[in-house]
């Protein structure tokens, strides 16, 4: 079954760390895929998306991610993080199902980052 | 910047009772969604909605689901006898076409079913 996974459930920084967030799909086929950002209290937000050309996609907030299709992997990345980035981050990628598409998530990882 | 609105945004309800959840989604999209995250876990596609009926479904949404269009501005999930295992936060979302990369995600509703 396609699934996409999240290896890290909890990250824990201080300000001017550096992160990286893991995220693999399991999906044979042609993939969309997309990072969302939940901050405390708030709605989904697209932070970034991938659909094809550069495998390194920018995305807002100094936010990029690479992907790697031998690797089936979407990372996550940012080289300096801020304490207003602690905030819950959804890798997930689009089903074509041949109908509708719909997003599939994968299990979220909580960023908390201290002063 | 349009966004989708969700009401309440906390629901604490009686198990076995009816709830309905509401959204606004942005008014001149077509395709609707409903999303749901129970806590510590994943955000599962529930029904999408097109055309005044359902398009997709997941094997979560069971006969205990509904969803509605009443009014061209609302769209609503009714759940008719909620379960403990119900309570989760429930996402609307809505997009202009069929592709979802487009998609614009409500606040969310906590649904507590005690």
């Known amino acids: 079954a396609q699934s996409v996974s999240q290896h890290n459930h909890h990250v824990i920084l201080s300000e001017a760390a550096s992160l990286e967030l893991g995220c693999n799909y399991s999906y044979g086929g042609t993939v969309n895929l997309f990072w969302y950002v939940q901050y405390p209290g708030q709605h989904l937000q697209l932070l970034l998306k991938?659909?094809?050309?550069?495998?390194l996609v920018k995305g807002i907030k100094g936010f990029e991610a690479e992907f790697i299709k031998s690797k089936f992997s979407f990372n996550l990345r940012k080289p300096s993080v801020q304490w207003s980035d602690t905030a819950e981050y959804f890798c997930?990628?689009?089903?074509?199902?041949?109908?509708?598409?719909?997003?599939?998530f994968g299990a979220g990882t909580r960023l908390a980052v201290h002063p | 910047e349009p966004e989708v609105t969700q009401t309440p945004s906390h629901q604490v309800t009686q198990m076995g009772q009816e709830v309905i959840l509401r959204c606004v989604p942005i008014s001149n999209h077509l395709y609707f969604y409903w999303y749901r995250q129970i806590l510590g876990q994943k955000v599962e596609f529930l029904v999408s909605?097109?055309?005044?009926?359902?398009?997709?479904k997941s094997e979560i949404f069971d006969d205990q689901f509904s969803v509605e269009r009443p009014d061209g501005s609302n769209f609503t999930l009714k759940i008719r006898s909620t379960k403990l295992e119900d309570s989760a936060m429930y996402f609307c979302?809505?997009?202009?076409?069929?592709?979802?990369?487009?998609?614009?995600f409500g606040s969310g509703t906590q649904l507590s079913v005690l």
């Open positions: 979302a809505s997009s202009g076409g069929r592709s979802v990369e487009k998609l614009f």
């Open positions: 909605f097109y055309n005044n009926e359902i398009s997709e």
């Open positions: 997930a990628v689009i089903l074509f199902s041949g109908g509708y598409n719909k997003l599939i």
């Open positions: 991938y659909f094809s050309g550069d495998p």
